[in-house]
């Protein structure tokens, strides 16, 4: 088999987009929720800054306490002030109250909402995603029935790998394996669309959505 990166199939809205992302582009679909991924990514842009902003903040106040410490004159205290000013939107807040300081409520606020478009329009995209899902997954199932047929002894064999290399059929049996990777991973994105709704009629699609091909194994179509 093909070594492959796993794909998270839990029911959070984030791991979702991810997860099907990532396989509609080995799947070679990686369009199709490029609106939500960008939001997630826009998400992460938002806190990595929020907290690069706040890191800077702590660091000019721990300086100017510096700078008080140091000193041996008059105390410019209008430049502490502004230090001061400067630096509470971001470090500011009320002991026993959860809430952030202002800045970076701000953008603790604007990456929720980020991440919560994104799985909104995950919800509404999947629909669209099927028939895309389907045409792929016949497309797999017709380029594996079109393989040179195997040797019975391939499969008998403890090493069929082994065996296929022998008897001049390493290629076709790679072949096999990649299209059965393939025919899974269109499986998964089902799964994953399938959690992302229920559909707008109330119900969600049936199980057996996939091909009217039988695959030939037995697999998450059921055929």
Partial sequence: MVDREPVATSADPIAMVLGLGLLLERLGLPGELAASRRLLKRSEVLGEAGRAAQMAAGQRRAEATRELLAGDGEVDTEALAVVVRETDVWLAFTPGDPKPAP?????MDAARMARGHAGAML??????????LQRVAAETVAATAALPKLPAAIWSAPDPALVAVREGHAETLKQMWVLSDRYDDCHRAGRICRQALPWRTGRRPPRRWMSSARCGRRCACGS
């Fill in 103 to 107: 800045a970076m409520g701000v953008l």
């Fill in 123 to 132: 919800t509404a995209s999947a629909p669209g995603i099927y028939p895309k």
